[in-house]
């Protein structure tokens, strides 16, 4: 069972302050064997990776077979069922046109000083991209991750996705070609975030990695970050689901669980005026869960972490949101624009009953990677923004250097900065000697 | 005496890369340290903040003096020169214009599926922006770092200054109260970093901490990200300079200078398709350097960093830029416009002869916080958007739904989500059934 909580008992605060702060993920500290990785593989190339490799993924690769070529994933793309292709092909397409529409404009102008003042974006050159093995082996990942650097401008795009016994996912395959990835190594682990930030012998480094991992992949990336770029490190999954008391309690149980399902330590949040429906909601998960495949996992999230909370009224419902920040919010009442324009701090809203979030993390155009853990007070998810980076540019006429140079001067003074201030100073005598 | 490199001699890939890949900087392993002055503050709030100032600034301060009253600080500003205040004025508006171009807009719109999609960006709803004290206490930066967050609409922004012994930098105050900065905290190191990230009893916490400091500061950062959000961890400063022979070499001298007097570990680099002229500010530098103020520091980072690279045409001076990524690029060329279109990764560009690196520290207007250590291959400098957020908005109608669901579907079974396809099927079955 979840926890049921009501906005209007005297112990509210309390219960509801302690779901706030529950530690839902215990990660193993594995930072000493990663930081041993990545010296091994900054010492010795491609050679510590294709033994980490044999040790890790049971799998025996040399230099030349790290790399999948054009024939294997050609032929790897041949083996996924067409509705299978024809769905990946539709959900790219949406992501590709949501996203180029993210792409900001450089600016250029001239202000009254006679100062021409701007910036300007330009793709980061290359870009990594982890994708991880076995069942979390997600292909939306794969899109949601490569388009975005492709439609940003990247020019050289890597994956690299361990295969362990050499089992391959045939639908990764075929979401990196349509994504226009341009090389994929059947490497994974803190090795493979090693050799994309170092480089080794037969991968050339990269400026930026992105993509979600184990505790070993987040602690590389944590370790490589400032040599290179990285994506937030995710937390487990959630939802918000704020719902009135029209709704189908089915339709919201699903919706719950499509993010309970995804991991243990995932949560499923609930927020109802109609303390009835809410217990109808529950009903109606405790039904789904006596069927679903993976029942186990989004039965140990939802008695963990669920709650169904009742709230006097839909503002007071925004208030909590705003304190709960969520990941995923989806807003099933009457006028869900008017509730969204008072929840600030969600990494993506869903608006309305016709929106199951689910619809989100595939085919609905915005990208599925987006802040846990809170942290969307402070962060956004993932866009073409993350492999863009922008360069400020100035540039001054002998009057704009007249009318604002005198400034810099002072406060150069003022920070006993003496050289800044004079290399302003050696060229207004120049103006005015 | 500075490193001197040709392109065209036989080891220069040698000595270029060992250019690149010079260490700088030897940050002291302060982090045992740190994370004990955290674990106190969030333990004990107040008082550890009350006691560690009392221990590393011999300040006495109790609850109720730590944050500046209203009266202390417009009395600390009014003991500021005129000619002082009003640059400090001049400097905010500039930069305060610049940045209000910076806002992004919010979009939505309607696809042919019928789904309704776009984003929104609000700002982060309170930060914290540190400053160190004593010699490092630059107005400049309060004004960098406090300006975009207020015109990102931050409703709280706070600062942190350590004052040791008492000693407060009133130009300092003036530059937040111009800024528009909430509340003003005499406390720093790690301390500040953990009141700001955790909060006490007086100081409520914020999302976001940005702002420069020591190795205690910065191993702070680094700890309480995830927790609140924060900016780089900048490293030393650095400048290249790409000049023609048709320059003053004292007014190169000066802006390379300009970098050098701030740290011992900053680099100043120039590049130049004329041996003789580079000979010349080689000669400028040295004559500078028998009487500037801080003569020594300079010094040292011109002998131990400083490279003079003499190139066989700006070109090739557009390709070592792009390797070095440097975070300040100043263009003394004939046609800045066009070499600046090459150089790719720069965190600012400085166009022509009449626009010293120094103006943009101070008035230019663009933000002079800026991506260090070769990190302007995958980030930016400082700017609205780290004070404000984007949420994604999705919303179907029963037809978008009709339209994208069953590709939805199909990729949840292929990723084994059964919960994720029911939550859509479900859906579908009424509008089909």
């Keep these: 069972m979840p926890v049921f909580l009501d906005s209007a008992s005297q112990d509210f605060e309390t219960q509801f302050s302690a779901l706030l702060s529950a530690k839902r993920e215990d990660s193993p500290d594995v930072d000493d064997t990663v ?24 799998l025996a690769l040399t230099a030349e077979t790290m790399r999948f070529s054009d024939a294997e994933i050609a032929a790897e793309c041949a083996r996924v069922p067409r509705h299978e292709a024809q769905a990946l092909e539709q959900a790219a397409e949406r992501i590709r046109a949501y996203h180029v529409r993210q792409m900001p404009e450089d600016a250029s102008w001239t202000d009254p000083d006679g100062a021409t003042l701007g910036w300007r974006w330009t793709p980061v050159s290359a870009a990594g991209l982890y994708v991880p093995g076995g069942l979390a082996s997600y292909p939306s990942s794969v ?70 991992g184990n505790a070993f992949v987040a602690a590389a990336k944590r370790r490589v970050f400032g040599k290179v770029g990285i994506d937030m490190i995710a937390g487990p999954s959630e939802i918000l689901v704020i719902a009135d008391a029209d709704n189908d309690p089915d339709w919201i149980a699903l919706d719950l669980m499509s993010q309970a399902e995804h991991d243990e330590s995932a949560q499923s949040l609930l927020i109802t005026p109609d303390a009835a429906f809410g217990q109808a909601v529950a009903a109606a998960v405790d039904k789904r869960l006596q069927t679903l495949e993976r029942r186990a996992i989004a039965g140990a999230s939802w008695r963990d972490f669920g709650a169904i909370i009742t709230v006097k009224d839909l503002d007071e419902a925004a208030d909590l949101s705003n304190r709960i920040a969520p990941e995923h919010l989806e807003l099933c009442v009457a006028d869900p624009d008017a509730l969204a324009g008072k929840c600030v701090h969600a990494g993506a809203i869903f608006l309305g009953g016709w929106t199951p979030e689910a619809i989100g993390d595939y085919v609905g155009g915005p990208n ?27 540039k001054m006429t002998p009057e704009a250097l007249k009318a604002i140079g005198p400034a810099a ?13 004079l290399s302003v100073t050696a060229r207004l005598n120049k103006l005015n000697g």
Tied chains: 1, 2.
């Design 368 to 394: 599925h990677v987006l802040p846990t853990a809170r942290s969307a007070r402070f962060s956004s998810g993932l866009s073409v923004m993350d492999f863009l980076k922008r360069t400020t540019m100035a």
């Design 35 to 58: 930081a041993r990785i990545i010296a091994d593989v900054r010492g010795q190339g491609d050679a510590a990776v294709l033994a980490l490799t044999a040790k890790f993924d049971r």
């Design 143 to 212: 899109l949601m991750n490569a388009i975005p650097a492709k439609v940003a401008g990247v020019q050289r795009l890597a994956i690299c996705v361990p295969t362990p016994d050499g089992v391959v996912n045939p639908l990764v395959l075929l979401a990196a070609r349509i994504a226009g990835v341009d090389e994929i190594y059947r490497i994974g682990g803190a090795q493979a975030i090693a050799a994309l930030a170092y480089g080794t012998e037969t991968i050339a480094p990269v400026d930026k990695i992105t993509g979600p």
């Design 409 to 421: 001067e002072v406060l150069a003074q003022s920070e006993s900065l003496e050289a800044h201030g």
